[in-house]
């Protein structure tokens, strides 16, 4: 009970708990059926009415949406991630390179956020150094990591794209998407003087 | 007997100056301490190995080998604090150190290629290493466990506690845990072992789950993986209500249940309750098989 209420207020938790002997005031309907007849009449009555546009079909619009999609993809793979250098290319930037390579189309529906798009770059731009001071077993171990993080993207961007509603798919790519920044997040931390 | 003594003597004197000769040095100092304070211990290379003890103090010894500057140790406010330092420039070695500290302390680890070990220690730990494997006994409280490349095993009594831990590739054996798991990896595999599980939270990228335990009443039970098998192996006092989708993966069970197709499209689910269906399990997959069991 509120505290500007009466003592016979009370609230009331469900429909059910309505006398169902309630009438409204009075009956609205005649006037608001008035009204419509009469914009129907000032209405120009001689103009055809326009021929109902047929729906895409669902199949034209996922495919239109994946153009597009693909397309902002590619402009953030341009602008925002760091790009292979040309030439002879170490281990190390030839995974920063693959890591980097140009997302698909469900990569820009999670990357819309542009706090994780800065962060993403940030750590991405760390990452080669980072990797270079860990040891060369574990510096292994995570480079083949990161590489599993990759083909389980596009494995499921794949999948996505034969099944682009699949809540399953979605969830696992968007897990996946956690996942990678988790890991770039603790290599990152992973200082030489501090573990992570 | 004389000839024994005498080659007893000869040995000690041996490696004592073998020690000499390749630069390792020992340390050793006591600190009194809180029953319940503060151990933060930081150590690039080499071991850390922490005991709980009784007694209301940290000792510290450790073998430092060439390259390492010192190891420093203070206390503050109920925080002890044990850092192996290095030099600014160069690359430093291995120390080996073992602590003991009272019991109930919170202990936090910090190491790089250091291998982390902690036994008795009944307090709240949080262990991170980057390649570093680690071996943990659980003594009831929280745990929150990091490593990069590290393996992890850890041995529990089944008393219930929060535990939390995640690795990059290093693979995760857990004994007789109890209580709130969450366990995560991308490429390591994950063999989970609970008494009694309240939640139960695994996820992989590539890497293996294997779970066997027992839920509790009511329990919450998540397993989801890319391509990494779900191997789930989990009775339940009141049962629970099951639900597995994969999308490429295959489907199977101990209890002659058959899996569903996802209607028109790719995929497979398995659904239904076994028991009470009081508790609730969810295992999904892309391409990863899952095999569920309602016995452990």
């Known amino acids: 009970m509120s505290g500007t209420g009466s003592a016979d207020e009370r609230r009331v938790g469900s429909l059910r708990e309505l006398s169902p002997a309630v009438e409204p005031p009075r009956d609205l309907w005649p006037q608001i059926e008035a009204r419509i007849n009469a914009e129907r009449r000032s209405a120009p009555a001689a103009q055809p009415r326009p021929a109902r546009a047929r729906p895409l079909p669902p199949r034209w619009l996922a495919a239109a949406a994946v153009v597009a999609s693909v397309a902002v993809g590619v402009w953030i793979g341009r602008s925002l991630l760091p790009a292979a250098r040309p030439g002879v290319q170490s281990p190390i930037s030839a995974a920063r390179a693959t890591l980097a390579g140009a997302p698909t189309a469900l990569d820009v529906a999670y990357v819309s956020d542009r706090r994780y798009q800065r962060d993403r770059a940030a750590l991405m731009k760390s990452l080669q150094a980072r990797l270079a001071a860990l040891p060369q077993p574990a510096r292994a171990k995570v480079m083949a990591s990161l590489a599993a993080m990759q083909r389980a993207k596009q494995d499921l961007e794949s999948a996505l794209g034969k099944d682009p509603g699949n809540a399953l798919l979605q969830e696992l790519l968007v897990n996946t998407y956690q996942d990678e920044m988790r890991v770039l997040t603790d290599v990152q931390a992973s200082d030489a003087g501090r573990g992570i | ?296």
């Open chain 2, 1 to 296: 007997m004389g000839f024994s003594r005498l080659a007893a003597a000869m040995t000690a004197l041996f490696a004592s100056a073998a020690a000499c000769a390749s630069g390792d040095r020992t340390f050793e100092r006591q600190v009194p301490a809180q029953a319940h304070g503060v151990v933060d211990i930081s150590n690039v290379s080499g071991k850390v190995v922490v005991s709980g003890s009784d007694r209301p103090e940290v000792s510290v010894r450790a073998e430092l080998g060439e390259g390492v500057e010192r190891v420093d140790v203070s206390t503050d406010h109920g925080r002890t604090t044990i850092k192996v330092v290095l030099p600014h420039s160069g690359h430093g070695g291995d120390a080996d150190l073992h602590v003991k500290i009272p019991k109930d302390s919170e202990l936090t680890v910090s190491a790089v290629s250091a291998d982390v070990t902690t036994a008795g220690v009944t307090g709240v730990q949080r262990l991170n290493t980057v390649s570093g494997d680690i071996a943990a006994e659980l003594g009831g409280s929280d745990l929150e466990l990091k490593s990069v490349s590290g393996n992890v095993k850890l041995k529990g009594h089944g008393q219930p506690a929060r535990l939390h831990v995640s690795t990059v590739s290093g693979d995760v054996h857990l004994e007789h845990g109890a209580g709130d798991l969450e366990a995560g990896t991308v490429s390591g595999t994950l063999v989970l072992s609970l008494d009694s599980a309240r939640s139960v939270r695994a996820r992989s990228t590539s890497g293996d789950v294997h779970f066997e335990g027992k839920l509790a009443r009511g329990a919450d039970f998540d397993a989801t993986s890319v391509s990494g098998e779900l191997n789930v192996r989990a009775s339940a006092e009141a049962g629970y209500a099951y639900e597995v989708s994969t999308f490429s993966g295959d489907i199977s069970n101990c209890f002659n249940a058959t899996p569903g197709e996802h209607g028109h499209m790719p995929g497979h689910t398995l659904q239904g309750t076994r028991g009470d269906g009081a508790g609730h399990m969810h295992l999904k997959t892309m391409s990863g098989d899952v095999q569920l069991c309602d016995r452990k």
